[in-house]
Each structure stands twice: as structure tokens, then as C-alpha cells.
């Protein structure tokens, strides 16, 4: 190494010392080599400042190997191009964060952010009418998309179904017959068909530039398969139509019914799992207007991560009219919401390889 490199490297591990979190070689070997997401670049070899990692050639594949003592120093895990080290790629542009708690008797999941976000701009006549996933009323916990326009609707409509709806289709429903201003709850992918009729020279609202929608996007893991998910719990001895109320945090999957909770460990749920959630790499919604979930915020209160001009207007609007109370999240607790991003996103490099 020259002097000149010497001095870039040690300002390198002064700008990871101070602005972000450092990840030691073992989670680069776990995350990217053992998948087979390595591009077998080099860089981590050569970034190294200790020379504690070499580009060994196994059966003529160049594989980094850890051949020294790691300092956990990061730069091999920051410079990689298939590691997801940067805070922006993983929740993706975050003006504010906050934690958020409904001050109304809304029928709640979580801190009922959501229902009281709507709520004001039903109110303040912001939008015409909200667009969410609600039970069906014959069938329990099989979602369907509805389009409400007063608070009683909402309150029936409160809590998380953690199963695909059409609520985009729903919205265009809207439009059609002739609203110009909605409100869409939904997952990434809901948001990213959206964000695609806004973007693409062909799509609704770059046509309709006089529609406009407010998004709000739940945190997603993945979602299930509505009849994957009822032979799950039946299997356990449940009948989903016993279930009161339904919630995944810390890892399990928990279902409250009149006899108690009942949890399992999230990753036995796979089997019942969407197909189209494989190919999912949007924990957040990078997308929406706001986000929103409960990873990073104390239980009964709603991560609330406000991305655009028109979203911090609704949040400080609900605040200042008293329907939520909010503190301003800490670093510490919005990294929380990007290691869970983080992980989705190397669920991407677990699939089966097509070749």
C-alpha cells in the first residue's frame, strides 16, 4: 500500500466509525458468499487494511476467505456491491421518524396510526375516500378491499390482514366513478403499482394529472396465502374463524382468540407464505407518502417513517388537531426498521438459482 492509500483507508474507517453501523467479514461470508450472491470482484480482498482476507480460487471459482484476524473494521461489508450497507437502499428517502399513538378509541394494530391518519384527512377533507383491506363479512380473515369514507367505516376496518386484497383496483373503482382525491393502504407491492401509473409516460395519474392519491404502505415481511394460512392453524387445532386478532412482531406469528395467544416462530409459516413475496425486496415502501409499522417503536405505538412534503403535512396536521400523540424516533430505533429491511432483502439471494 502507498502512504496515499494508507491515508484513504484510515478516513474510510473514520467516516464507518462515525456515521454508520460496521459489519465484521463473517456477516459478508453469510449474507453474500455462502449464498452465491458474490460477484467475485474483490474488493473486500483488496479493502481489507490488514490483509486478513484473501481471494482464494476454489474449483477455479474465486471465492473471498478470511485468512487473518478481523478487525470488524466494515469496509469489506461497505464496499461490497452485493451487501446492503447504505441506510437510503434499505428504507429509502426518510425526511422524519417518528413514533405515533392514536389519542381516539380506534380499534387499533399497534399505536392505530393509520386509522387516525385517515381519519384527519376525511376530516379536513383532504381525500373523498380511503381505500383498505377489511374482513368480509361471510368468510373470517379473508381481506377484501373497501372504500370508506367516514371514521365509523374505518373502525370497522381497523388492525392488519396479513393477506393479499385488490385495494388497487378498488381505488380505480374510485376514480371512475368520478373521484379525483383518495387515500390507498397497502403493502410495497400495492405502493409499486401505483408509483408505476405515476411514473410511466402511459400511466393513470401521469394521464389524469387532475387525480391524485395519498399512500400509506404497512411494513411487509411477506404476506400468506389466505387458504395456506387456514390449513396451517387448522392443523394446530385452530379454526381461523376463532381468531380475534392477528399480529407478527419479534419474529412470531400470534394469534389472540377467547382462550388465549397462541405463537410460532414466523419461519414455519413459510410453506403458507404468497408466492409473489420471493421476489419482494421492499420491507418499508419506499414508495408511499408515509410509512408504517411496529418494528422500532415501543409496543402500542406505530413507526411512522414520512417520506414526502404531503405526508409531513398529515402527520403534523393530526398532531397539532390532537388525534395522535408523536416523539421523533432515535438513530438507534430507525436502524432497527433498516435491519429488518435488510434481512427481506437477503431473503432475495436464498432463492433457487434458475441456472
Not at 73 to 81: F, Q, R, V
Not at 196 to 213: P, Q
Not at 285 to 312: F, H, K, M, Y
Amino acid at each position: 500500500m502507498t502512504l496515499d492509500y494508507n491515508s484513504t483507508v484510515d478516513k474510510i474507517q473514520s467516516v464507518l466509525k462515525e456515521k454508520t453501523k460496521r459489519y465484521a467479514f463473517k456477516k459478508l461470508e453469510r449474507e453474500v458468499i455462502k449464498t452465491g450472491a458474490c460477484v467475485e470482484c474483490g474488493s473486500c480482498v483488496e479493502a481489507c487494511p490488514v490483509d486478513a482476507i484473501s481471494g482464494n480460487r476454489v474449483e477455479n471459482q474465486y471465492v473471498p476467505t478470511l485468512t487473518g484476524d478481523c478487525t470488524s473494521c466494515g469496509i469489506c461489508y461497505a464496499m461490497c456491491p452485493r451487501a446492503f450497507a447504505i441506510q437510503d437502499t434499505l428504507i429509502g428517502n426518510v425526511k422524519s421518524a417518528w413514533k405515533v399513538r392514536s389519542l381516539g378509541d380506534h380499534h387499533r394494530q399497534d399505536g392505530g396510526a393509520v386509522t387516525a391518519f385517515l381519519e384527519y384527512m376525511l376530516d379536513k377533507k383532504m381525500i373523498e375516500a380511503a381505500v383498505v383491506a377489511c374482513q368480509t363479512p361471510d368468510i373470517p380473515w379473508l381481506p377484501e378491499a373497501k372504500r370508506v369514507t367516514s371514521k365509523e367505516q374505518l373502525y370497522d376496518c381497523g388492525g392488519t390482514i396479513y393477506t393479499h386484497a385488490p385495494v388497487v383496483s378498488e381505488m380505480i373503482k374510485g376514480f371512475k366513478e368520478g373521484l379525483s382525491k383518495q387515500a390507498i393502504v397497502g403493502m410495497a407491492c400495492n405502493i409499486d403499482a401505483i408509483e408505476r401509473m405515476e411514473s410511466h409516460v402511459a400511466g393513470f395519474f401521469s394521464v389524469n394529472t387532475a387525480a391524485s392519491v395519498f399512500k400509506i404502505s404497512l411494513f411487509c415481511m411477506e404476506s400468506f396465502d389466505y387458504s395456506s394460512l387456514s390449513k396451517f392453524l387448522k392443523d394446530d387445532g385452530i379454526k381461523i374463524q376463532d381468531v380475534k386478532h392477528v399480529a407478527i412482531t419479534a419474529g412470531q406469528f400470534i394469534v389472540s382468540m377467547e382462550s388465549g395467544d397462541k405463537s410460532w416462530p414466523i419461519k414455519e409459516l413459510d410453506p403458507a407464505a404468497s408466492s409473489s413475496c420471493a421476489y419482494c425486496q421492499d420491507f418499508t415502501g419506499i414508495s408511499s407518502d408515509l410509512s408504517c409499522g411496529n418494528i422500532g417503536s415501543d409496543e402500542g405505538w406505530t413507526t411512522v417513517l414520512v417520506r414526502t412534503a404531503t405526508g409531513e403535512k398529515v402527520l403534523k396536521g393530526a398532531l397539532k388537531a390532537g388525534i395522535i400523540e408523536a416523539e421523533e424516533l432515535e438513530p438507534k430505533a430507525v436502524r432497527i426498521v433498516a435491519n429488518s429491511a435488510r434481512f427481506k432483502k437477503n431473503k432475495f439471494y436464498k432463492l433457487a438459482a434458475p441456472h
